[in-house]
T-cell receptor, first 112, second 112 residues
Framework: QKEVEQNSGPLSVPEGAIASLNCTYSDRGSQSFFWYRQYSGKSPELIMSIYSNGDKEDGRFTAQLNKASQYVSLLIRDSQPSDSATYLCAVTRSGSARQLTFGSGTQLTVLP | GAGVSQSPRYKVAKRGQDVALRCDPISGHVSLFWYQQALGQGPEFLTYFQNEAQLDKSGLPSDRFFAERPEGSVSTLKIQRTQQEDSAVYLC??????????FGQGTRLTVV
């Protein structure tokens, strides 16, 4: 079992729809959770961080965390073609507040 | 500069050649990380510095990989006797202590 699992996709949604990206992790001691966006050929760009159970909203993005289920999600409302990218879920290792373990990413395509 | 700067952006090395990859973190960031990203995968942790101290090198894949940060700012990742399996994008990230990490543009290494 991989430490951080994501559906690789591709996930396609029409413009204006809600895109839902999911991530599960195996390390129960993980404390910090992040979503990075990576355009093709570019470096990962931090878009959301979440540290406690529940929802966190920032503009069109909402991150959801359920530590009991070891589950993190990212919702993108009113999806735009510019949101087309690979979304990487990352968690910190237990005992470390620093190193990130990444999933393989979910490729999202928003169709105009 | 305003962001994490990496050089070179692209490097082609002949198998067996030594390479050195440079990372200039965001000014004042004490934490510095190196990650390796293979095509279609998420970044994999290599090593972590806090200031000049290398606190974790558990991700370095072999003793051909060596990293240093002698003055607590610029870091160099050195790969000796490069092999084809070393071909990847090498990402550097920096952060304040226990905060979100920001990535550089990466160095794409191709070993031929």
């Amino acid at each position: 079992q991989k430490e951080v699992e994501q559906n690789s996709g591709p996930l396609s949604v029409p413009e204006g729809a809600i895109a839902s990206l999911n991530c599960t992790y195996s390390d129960r001691g993980s404390q910090s959770f992040f979503w990075y966006r990576q355009y093709s050929g570019k470096s990962p760009e931090l878009i959301m961080s979440i540290y406690s159970n529940g929802d966190k909203e920032d503009g069109r993005f909402t991150a959801q965390l359920n530590k009991a289920s070891q589950y993190v999600s990212l919702l993108i409302r009113d999806s735009q073609p510019s949101d087309s990218a690979t979304y990487l879920c990352a968690v910190t290792r237990s005992g470390s507040a620093r190193q990130l373990t990444f999933g393989s990413g979910t490729q999202l395509t928003v169709l105009p | 500069g305003a962001g994490v700067s990496q050089s070179p952006r692209y490097k082609v090395a002949k198998r067996g050649q030594d390479v050195a990859l440079r990372c200039d973190p965001i000014s004042g960031h004490v934490s510095l990380f190196w990650y390796q990203q293979a095509l279609g995968q998420g970044p994999e942790f290599l090593t972590y510095f806090q200031n000049e101290a290398q606190l974790d090198k558990s991700g370095l894949p072999s003793d051909r990989f060596f990293a240093e940060r002698p003055e607590g700012s610029v870091s160099t990742l050195k790969i000796q006797r490069t092999q084809q399996e070393d071909s990847a994008v090498y990402l550097c990230a920096s952060s304040w202590v226990n905060t979100e990490a920001f990535f550089g543009q990466g160095t794409r290494l191709t070993v031929v």
